[in-house]
């Protein structure tokens, strides 16, 4: 009876005697058996209650530190917007006058003058090409348009027709496999296929460019970088013959404002890929590179098969 009284007090600790081999002997052993499996499934409960704790305290951490980043996200979207907007006239006016001061006053004040006045020309177009790429950063999610059947060849053939002159200038040549219809925003689409091909005919070798767009459908997850793409969808892929990337460089490209070289060697504003990075996660995707440098480049992206509406 005091074992009894024990247990209901919570004392699993307490043993009793197991003197003798009949059958109180073996209800005794039975008995802290039973004390020491309670014991064990006890410190079990409490192991496990305390797990859960902390894990839901984790979750709601990492929660406020989710609504947090979006909301610093969203600020961030929004002073880029506003900031890059209000920035463009004074900017245009700037411009102007530059520019007319070249063709006005040029051969006319000593050389000094023509190359400072030429300094802030090429300033002015250049912060105008920086503005105009942080407002389509921050148009991304801010100003993109409801998803609906895109025709990928299409926008590829836009795409080639915005980038006429500069395939042109470069001897570049352009292939593609056959494209399919997906659920996207046909303008941040066509936004990511020029941002890609523009590059690759930008970032050229010794070699005229070549350059091949294709695209497989997935069916189940794959592995290696697919992996955690998606179990459904398609991904595509941009491969050149440019210069590469060094692999330790390759997450780095899709920061906004990083540049792997001088202005002097490629010109651009360090934006165009985060811009493509941003357009394909607000598809549900990811983007990816794979390079050596000296040995081209091959861009992946996914876009998840959506069911129409």
């Known amino acids: 009876m005091q074992g009894i009284e ?28 039973m004390t020491e499996d309670l014991k064990k499934t ?30 610093s996200n969203r600020d961030l979207e929004e002073f880029a917007y506003i900031a890059s907007h209000d920035l463009q ?10 520019q007319l ?10 050389s000094d003058a023509d190359e400072f006045i030429a300094y802030a020309v090429d300033g002015a177009t250049r912060m105008k090409a920086l503005i105009n790429d942080l407002l389509s950063y921050s148009r991304v999610g801010t100003k993109g348009k409801d998803f609906e059947p895109t025709d990928c060849e299409a926008v590829f053939d836009r795409t080639l027709d915005n980038l006429q002159k500069a395939v042109e200038e470069s001897g570049a040549k352009l292939t593609h496999d056959s494209l399919p219809t997906v659920m996207a925003d046909d303008m941040q ?51 050149d013959n440019g210069i590469g990337i060094d692999p330790e460089f390759t997450k ?41 440098s000296g040995k081209g480049s091959t861009f992946y992206f996914t876009i998840p098969r959506r069911e129409e509406k």
């Open 189 to 239: 689409l066509g936004q990511l296929f020029q941002n890609l091909i523009g590059n690759a005919v930008k970032f050229q070798s010794e070699e005229p460019p070549s350059i091949h767009m294709s695209c497989e459908r997935i069916e189940e997850s794959a592995i290696g970088n697919r992996q955690s793409a998606m179990n459904k969808g398609w991904i595509f892929s941009v491969r």
């Open 6 to 33: 024990e247990i209901a007090k919570g004392n699993l600790d307490y043993k009793i005697s197991e003197m003798g081999r009949d059958e109180l002997g073996n209800l005794a052993t039975s008995f802290n058996k």
């Open 101 to 110: 001061l070249a063709r006005r006053y040029k051969g006319k004040l000593d």
């Open 42 to 71: 006890t410190t079990s409960r409490d192991l496990l209650a305390k797990e859960m704790a902390e894990r839901k305290r984790t979750q709601q951490v990492l929660r406020e530190r989710t609504e947090a980043l979006e909301r």
């Open 89 to 98: 006239e004074p900017l245009r006016m700037v411009a102007s006058y530059t």
């Open 252 to 292: 780095r490209v899709f920061i906004i404002f990083q540049r792997l070289h001088k202005r002097g060697e490629y010109p651009g504003t360090g934006i165009g890929l985060a811009i493509c990075k941003k357009i394909v996660e607000r598809h549900g995707g990811r983007i990816w590179v794979e390079s050596q």
